[in-house]
Each structure stands twice: as structure tokens, then as C-alpha cells.
């Protein structure tokens, strides 16, 4: 079994600074791909960023510059440093990852969401 935890959300005035994380625990094997996801009121899901397990990284033009993801493989944690903050990218936060477990094959996992909010 696999668990993901996102901590990090909250509101922040536009201008302003976050950071998420998204740890990954139970019988993990090892993470391929990580990546964030938002999904605002009445849109659909979209893809933030992601980072392979080589430390490329790919970034949603409209964050590029100012979203910064990382990793830390030996604590199966996944990072947004979010800077330079707009009430547009006021949304819920997911982090998805590539999990390979020790039993079973590869799955895909999804946080449970944090809530960040962007005051103007």
C-alpha cells in the first residue's frame, strides 16, 4: 500500500511565496515520475510541472519562471516552490506520482489536494 501526504498549502497575498510538499510512504520500491497538478472552481485539472527520476523537469507555461519543482529520493518527496504568487493560480494542488511498489506492478497515485489561495 501506498500513502501520499501534501502539506504546504494556504493563502498567501499576491507577490508572495509557497511551498508544497508531497511525501510518498509504504512499500515503495522506487518513484519514477512526480508531478504536480491544480484544478481550479469550475476548470478542468492541469498539469503544473513534473520531474523524472533523473531530474528533468518539464514546467506549464504559465508558471515557468516562477515554479520551481524538486525531489528528494531518499525521502520519497516531491516539491513546488512557488514564487512570485497571482490570484490566478489560486486553486487545489495535486501530486501524482509513477509508484513502482515491491508487490504488484507500477501505479499511478494521486495526494489528496492542498488549497492555495491568492489574495489581490
Known amino acids: 500500500q501506498v500513502q501520499l501526504v501534501e502539506s504546504g498549502g494556504g493563502l498567501v497575498q499576491a507577490g508572495g511565496s509557497l511551498r508544497l510538499a508531497c511525501a510518498a510512504s509504504g512499500s515503495i520500491s522506487r518513484i519514477d515520475r512526480m508531478g504536480w497538478y491544480r484544478q481550479a472552481p469550475g476548470k478542468e485539472r492541469e498539469l503544473v510541472a513534473t520531474?523524472?527520476?533523473?531530474?528533468?523537469?518539464t514546467y506549464a507555461e504559465f508558471v515557468k519562471g516562477r515554479f520551481t519543482i524538486s525531489r528528494d529520493n531518499a525521502k520519497n518527496t516531491v516539491f513546488l516552490q512557488m514564487n512570485s504568487l497571482k490570484p490566478e493560480d489560486t486553486a487545489v494542488y495535486y501530486c501524482n506520482l509513477d509508484v513502482w511498489p515491491w508487490v504488484d506492478g507500477k501505479g499511478v497515485y494521486w495526494g489528496q489536494g492542498t488549497q492555495v489561495t491568492v489574495s489581490s
Open positions: 520531474i523524472t527520476s533523473g531530474g528533468s523537469t
